[in-house]
């Protein structure tokens, strides 16, 4: 198998455990909701475990740099997702009349555009030692600095929908 195999197929097992790992998260959620506690436990532990593929898949592709780099990377993710990415979903799903699709896909775009923000300011100030919290809205994935808003100006959620990053 040459390199190139290799790289490919690294590739598709970080994309693939990446996703099993949201989806039995997304599972975990609906057992718990359905009082199946301990198929939860087994989907999080489950979900835990992709994780730790998904990194060990990552680092042998050398994709984690420094953590300048790494956000550089960051940087770049996020902005193709908000300018290229997202707008073409969103136009596809108001043209297929897909409602929640469009919903979330507008949601997600909304949330990128503050994401790629907070990365370039923290790219910026690297190194200068600045200390603060950031609180996520659990609704949108809105983040914002120091304290949580009253409402997410993203998508109206109260200020009790944000959660503390520790
Ligand atoms: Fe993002
Ligand atoms: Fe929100």
Do not use: W
Not at 71 to 95: C, Q
Not at 118 to 140: H, I, M, P, W
């Amino acid at each position: 198998m040459t390199r190139e195999n290799t790289m490919k197929n690294l590739k598709e097992a970080f994309s693939g455990e990446s996703q099993a790992n949201r989806k039995y998260l997304a599972f975990a959620k609906k057992a718990d909701e359905e009082g199946y506690h301990q198929v939860a436990r087994l989907f999080r532990a489950t979900a835990e475990a992709e994780t730790i593929h998904a990194h060990t898949h990552l680092r042998s592709m050398g994709m984690t740099g420094s953590t300048a780099e790494n956000l550089d990377a960051a940087i770049e993710g996020e902005t193709y997702e908000f300018k290229s990415m997202y707008p073409a979903f969103i136009d596809e799903a108001a043209d297929e009349g897909e409602k929640q699709a469009e919903r979330s896909f507008r949601l997600a775009n909304e949330a990128e555009k503050v994401h790629a923000g907070l990365y370039q300011k923290a790219r910026d100030n690297l190194g200068s030692g600045e200390s603060f919290d950031y609180f996520l809205c659990t609704v949108c994935g809105h983040i914002a600095e120091r304290d949580a808003p009253d409402s997410c100006p993203l998508c109206g959620a109260r200020k009790q929908a944000y959660r503390l990053v520790e």
